[in-house]
Structure formats: structure tokens, C-alpha cells
T-cell receptor, first 119, second 111 residues
Framework: EPEVTQTPSHQVTQMGQEVILRCVPI?????FYWYRQILGQKVEFLVS????????KSEIFDDQFSVERPDGSNFTLKIRSTKLEDSAMYFC?????????????????FGPGTRLTVL | RKEVEQDPGPFNVPEGATVAFNCTYS??????FFWYRQDCRKEPKLLMS???SGNEDGRFTAQLNRASQYISLLIRDSKLSDSATYLC????????????FGAGTTVTVRA
């Protein structure tokens, strides 16, 4: 069964450093997402990406964050200058979109996550 | 009012029992509803999409009540492996991108 993959599984970084989290969405999916979950809190939407541009972003997704699809398979989240409060689990997700059957096209499937620890 | 609210539980039930819990959403224009399962420190895994008034998948039944703006999940014949946190998620529009999650309902099934 196709699945979303993410690397690394755990990233430790110093405050102020740049990090890049990588994701490979499910191959025939058209919409890509990043979510984060701070320990003990709910899953929060960061950004959605379609047709090589951001579709929607939350207020969390400020100028320190950027996303990119550098090639046909990878989808990345960059945090330019990490802060302590960026420590969280970051999940990538993807959905079919397009002409998929109505009920399934907006189902989002999540990768295993990258645990980011900012020291 | 929070966009999506869930009873946090925990619901502690014996194996074989039936357990049910609700999720309320604030925006009456919400279009799509999902139940995810999340094990400790793992990713949310899609359990069920909630179609029209409700649907069933094996031991799991999801229902949608648009008038009262809630969805429910019922688990029959609980297994130890059903122990997890169940997340309710809502899409505002059919072409919306942002899943709004509840904080989750914890279910523990005991032997």
C-alpha cells in the first residue's frame, strides 16, 4: 500500500539554525500538507501546497517557514532560524484531489513524522 | 468556541465492550468529516471518512448529525488493539485544504 515517507525521523538542532524536513508524498497525489503537533497538544495545520504553490497557510506559518517541491517526488519544509517553540512533531500529508471519486479525493494520509528538537 | 471539540476521556472499557464518543464542530458550513486514530507519538492514521448521515466499517460506525453539528464514533466488540487516541477532523469546504483537528479522545481497552 502506498504511503507517505518522511526523513529524518528525529532532528536535533540548536536555536537559530536552519532545518529542512523532507517528505515523499504518495505518488499520484496532487495536494501536499505540513502539520505539526507539539507534545500533548492537538495536530495543527501549517500549510497546503498544490500545483507548485501554496494554497493556504496558517498564522503559524510565518516568514521563518517555507515549502518547496524541488523535484517530482520530494516536498520539503524549511525553518530558517529555529526557535525553542518550534520543537514539535512535524507531519507531512498528501491527498489525491483532482478527479478522484468524491468521497476519497480529500482524504489526507499522513507520514510517520519528524520529531524536531530545538535546544 | 473551539472549531472542533472532543471529550478527552479517557474511556476505559473491557474487551468486548462497546464504546462511543462524540465530536462537535462549530462551523455549520463544514463539509467533510473524518476519524483518525493516533497511537502514542505516531502519525494520525485515517480510520474512516464520515459520509452523509453515517457509515460503518466492520466494528466501527461513524454518524454525522448536521442539525446538532456533531459526529460520533462507535466501536463494537472492543479489542486490546483498539487502545489509542481517536482524532476527529473537519474540512470546512469540499475544496478546502486545512484539516481542523480535535484534541482527541483516549480509549483504553483492558483485558
Amino acid at each position: 500500500e502506498p504511503e507517505v515517507t518522511q526523513t529524518p525521523s528525529h532532528q536535533v538542532t540548536q536555536m537559530g539554525q536552519e532545518v529542512i524536513l523532507r517528505c515523499v508524498p504518495i505518488s499520484n497525489h496532487l495536494y501536499f500538507y505540513w502539520y505539526r503537533q507539539i507534545l500533548g497538544q492537538k495536530v495543527e495545520f501549517l500549510v497546503s501546497f498544490y500545483n507548485n504553490e501554496i494554497s493556504e497557510k496558517s498564522e503559524i506559518f510565518d516568514d521563518q517557514f517555507s515549502v518547496e517541491r524541488p523535484d517530482g517526488s520530494n516536498f520539503t519544509l524549511k525553518i530558517r532560524s529555529t526557535k525553542l517553540e518550534d520543537s514539535a512533531m512535524y507531519f507531512c500529508a498528501s491527498s489525491e484531489g483532482g478527479a478522484a471519486p468524491y468521497f476519497s479525493y480529500n482524504e489526507q494520509f499522513f507520514g510517520p513524522g519528524t520529531r524536531l528538537t530545538v535546544l | 468556541r473551539k472549531e472542533v471539540e472532543q471529550d478527552p476521556g479517557p474511556f476505559n472499557v473491557p474487551e468486548g465492550a462497546t464504546v462511543a464518543f462524540n465530536c462537535t464542530y462549530s462551523n455549520s458550513a463544514s463539509q467533510s468529516f473524518f476519524w483518525y486514530r493516533q497511537d502514542c507519538r505516531k502519525e494520525p492514521k485515517l480510520l474512516m471518512s464520515v459520509y452523509s448521515s453515517g457509515n460503518e466499517d466492520g466494528r466501527f460506525t461513524a454518524q454525522l448529525n448536521r442539525a446538532s453539528q456533531y459526529i460520533s464514533l462507535l466501536i463494537r466488540d472492543s479489542k486490546l488493539s483498539d487502545s489509542a487516541t481517536y482524532l476527529c477532523a473537519v474540512l470546512l469546504r469540499s475544496n478546502d485544504y486545512k484539516l481542523s483537528f480535535g484534541a482527541g479522545t483516549t480509549v483504553t481497552v483492558r483485558a
